[in-house]
Antibody, heavy 119, light 106 residues
Framework: QVQLQESGPGLVRPSQTLSLTCTVS??????????WSWIRQPAGKGLEWIGR???????NYNPSLKSRVTMSIDTSKNQFSLNLTSVTAADTAVYYC???????????WGRGALVTVSS | DIQMTQSPSSLSASVGERVTITCRAS??????LAWFQQKPGKAPKSLIY???SLQSGVPSKFSGSGSGTDFTLTISSLQPEDSATYYC?????????FGQGTRLEI
């Protein structure tokens, strides 16, 4: 069974870049016609889709975050990553990675990583 | 963006009962609707896709229905382990959006 695990710093300073990595196990990130996504959830709030990336490196982002988001994929390591620039306290959230069945059905999720933006 | 509205926001039920959660889309999404279960500290779990198709491995006590703008998730024979927050999500239009969640207490 596919498993996803988020990793990265739990604390990021305001105006800096938030960087997270999702490691996929139980299957190759390159196999099948899957996309790979990031989703976040601020405390006490709803889920917000951030973006998705295909094994080719082609990515789509939520227009609300597009100017600050970059995703990348490393098939040799079975990982994909998220970079979110110029963070503020509003970016404090639990960040989830997920596998995507086209177009946007998230069938497997990671447990999530809490990232706090604070000085 | 398409707005997804769930009701109720929370509910309490007893073991063995059946509950229904409603999700309404701000515009027609056909059957591009999924349901998820989220428990504290655990990965969200997909339950249903295509409004009514059960994800592999999900027990048949979970069922979904609806199309267009109105959808329901029904959970029968409630057990304590069904206590969780349930979310709907549309994937008809870009970007995908989620409901605000329904907290179910058994």
């Amino acid at each position: 069974q596919v498993q996803l695990q988020e990793s990265g710093p739990g604390l990021v300073r305001p105006s800096q870049t938030l960087s997270l990595t999702c490691t996929v196990s139980g299957g190759s990130i390159s196999s099948g016609s899957y996309y790979w996504s990031w989703i976040r959830q601020p405390a006490g709030k709803g889920l917000e889709w951030i973006g998705r990336i295909y094994t080719s490196g082609s990515a789509n982002y939520n227009p609300s975050l597009k100017s600050r988001v970059t995703m990348s994929i490393d098939t040799s390591k079975n990982q994909f990553s998220l970079n979110l620039t110029s963070v503020t306290a509003a970016d404090t959230a639990v960040y989830y990675c997920a596998r995507v069945i086209f177009p946007f059905f998230f069938d497997y999720w990671g447990r999530g990583a809490l990232v706090t933006v604070s000085s | 963006d398409i707005q997804m509205t769930q009701s109720p926001s929370s509910l309490s039920a007893s073991v063995g009962e059946r509950v229904t959660i409603t999700c309404r889309a701000s515009q027609d999404i056909s059957s591009y609707l999924a349901w998820f279960q989220q428990k504290p500290g655990k990965a969200p779990k997909s339950l249903i896709y295509g409004a009514s198709s059960l994800q592999s491995g999900v027990p048949s006590k979970f069922s979904g229905s609806g199309s267009g703008t109105d959808f329901t998730l029904t959970i029968s024979s409630l057990q304590p382990e069904d206590s969780a927050t349930y979310y709907c999500q549309q994937y008809s239009r870009f970007p995908p959006t989620f409901g605000q969640g329904t907290r179910l207490e058994i």
